[in-house]
């Protein structure tokens, strides 16, 4: 392809203007060639002390600018599809943050361009997937030094929400992350999700039943649970473990030192999800730079986004009706012909001792 990425960020919330500071300052091979934000000084305030790069408030403008040839999109949900169908037309190299696009009806149509071209253009941000712990747990459940994958049991706990994030939030922008390392973890496809909703925090907002217990089964019959707990007060915690026929393998928790001294005992929590995965995401960022110079992408594919939209529509359908919800997949196209989960050179990161 070229010898550097030009790249387009296109939203310049939070997660955008870090991927800015990231690209600008962390990664090799790729530079910012423009940040697009509807809110132009929010723009400018990305590109300030960034040489040559440009602000600019439409996404057109941006894949029409001669300077860029890859986009990094990081606006909200319901903007992706009309970029990503803009930016597969001009063949530019795309990481897109989840969800790829927030339907699996949209994510199918994703697919089917992304497909009748040939190649795979689109990486999505499932950014847990190169976080080191994640990598060590899937080289474990490869090897089958413990034997077979039995179960899942996750938590992921938030410290608190944002105003009118809803039930069906719970799902869509969180247990998301799980149903996708569900996925990369057995490198199969989940084939049911049942929600259960017990005793609700005196936390949570009104109209929001917190926490939530998510049944998963895949499709030869891993069981995994989920508890989500999105105001859980005491920092972000996403932990998981594994149980397998000859013994149990745990990651996440608390970070740092666990120390015992003068009658006490503990560590750290992290406070949100850019501590806790920073790593990670400069992990996946040089893996879709790496990858998109060499012609190809390097983690998540559109097929992972439609995958795990249709998941989360069996999830919200399950929320609603408290019943085991079937998942709902087309056939894969013949792009996507390999296991959901490879990572390729990711692979061999850690092994049983």
């Known amino acids: 392809m070229t010898e550097k990425l030009r790249v387009a960020v296109i939203g310049a919330g939070r997660m955008g203007a870090d991927h800015v500071d990231r ?52 606006t909200p949900g319901f903007l992706h599809e009309d970029i990503l169908h803009a930016a597969l037309a001009k063949g530019f190299p ?35 997937r190169f976080d080191s712990e994640y990598m060590a747990l899937r080289n474990i459940i490869e090897e089958r030094g413990l034997g077979e994958l039995l ?20 799902i869509n922008d969180s247990v998301v992350h799980e149903f996708d390392a569900i996925r990369y973890f057995t490198g199969e496809e989940i084939s049911s999700v049942q929600v259960r909703m017990g005793k609700r925090t005196r936390t949570a907002p009104e ?45 996440g928790n608390d970070s740092g030192p666990y120390i015992r001294t003068q009658g006490r005992w503990g560590g750290q929590v992290t ?25 190809g ?11 795990t939209a249709a998941c989360c529509e069996a999830g919200v359908k399950a929320q609603k009706t408290g019943a085991k919800t079937a998942v709902v997949l087309v056939e894969k196209p013949a792009l996507y012909a390999e296991a959901p989960t490879a990572m390729g050179e990711l692979r061999g990161a850690a092994s049983l001792p």
Not at 25 to 43: F, K
Not at 110 to 124: D, F, P, S, T, W
Not at 208 to 230: F, G, K, M, R
Not at 278 to 283: E, I, K, R
Request: glycine fraction near 8%; include cysteine.
């Open 151 to 170: 179960m899942l049991h996750h938590q992921h706990r938030n410290p608190d929400t944002l105003p009118g994030f809803t039930n069906e939030m719970l």
């Open 207 to 251: 109209g929001q039943n917190d926490p939530q217990h998510v049944l998963i089964e895949t499709e030869s019959s891993v069981l995994a649970d989920v508890e989500i707990y999105v105001n859980a007060k005491f920092g972000y915690e996403v932990a998981t473990q594994a149980t397998f026929e000859d013994g149990i393998v745990n990651i």
């Open 297 to 307: 992408i390097g983690g998540p594919s559109a097929w992972d986004g439609y995958a």
């Open 94 to 128: 795309i990481l897109c943050e989840k969800p790829l696009t927030p339907d699996a009806a949209s994510s199918l149509r994703i697919v089917q361009a992304e497909a009748a071209l040939g190649r795979k253009l689109i990486q999505v941000g499932f950014m847990r």
């Open 23 to 74: 690209i600008q300052h962390r990664i090799n091979g790729a530079e910012i060639a423009a940040v697009v934000d509807v809110d132009l000084a929010r723009a400018e305030a990305a590109v300030a002390g960034v040489p040559g790069a440009v602000a600019l408030t439409s996404a057109e403008e941006a894949l029409n600018n001669g300077d860029v040839n890859a986009v990094l999109v990081a």
């Open 271 to 295: 406070p949100g999800f850019i501590e806790r995965f920073g790593a990670a995401y400069d992990v996946e960022i040089q893996a879709w730079v790496d990858a998109a110079l060499r012609g």
